[in-house]
């Protein structure tokens, strides 16, 4: 679990609804649709990190690898593993050139493995979280108003017969890509 979470943090209503919205309409995607718009966010973000982060700019220097040769998931294997030993030792190196643009939380993991991983966060991360919460809910049939609980897992326990009945069956028999 990550540490310094902080609810002034989920203030980005617009973003909070928009990508809400984008979570609705991608929810009917066929599986085709899905791999599209997946490969298209990777290769994306292969792009950035050759471009804006020291240590895969090396890393497929090293390796002889283009940003241009990874045209699928499948292609990931070309990428050498990352670590948390890299992570711990190279931390400076993976971070983004521009990160500050980003607006970006420092924070760290708690550590119960080891020693605690740090790393920077988006603050949009959590408006994402909140959209991903906000579209789990209303398959249980949550609606905002009412009444829940919440336990230490940052699970909300919503009393409302619907969690046991017809919208989680509806859900349960569903394909998970």
Known sequence: MVKDFNFKHFAYPISIWKLKHFLNKTENWTKEQLIEYQTERLKRIINYAYEYVPYYKQLFNDNRISPADIQSIDDMQLIPPLTKEIVRERFDDLTSIIYKKFDPILTQTSGS?????????????????????????????????????????????????????????????????
Do not use: H, M
């Open 113 to 177: 493995t080891g020693t605690p991983l740090k790393l920077y966060l988006d603050r949009n991360i959590n408006s994402a979280r909140f959209a991903f919460f906000w579209r789990v809910w209303g398959w249980t049939g949550y609606k905002f108003g009412q009444k829940c609980g919440k336990n230490n897992t940052d699970v909300l326990i919503c009393i409302k017969l619907n969690l046991i009945t017809g919208n989680l069956r509806r859900y349960v028999g569903k394909e998970i890509l």
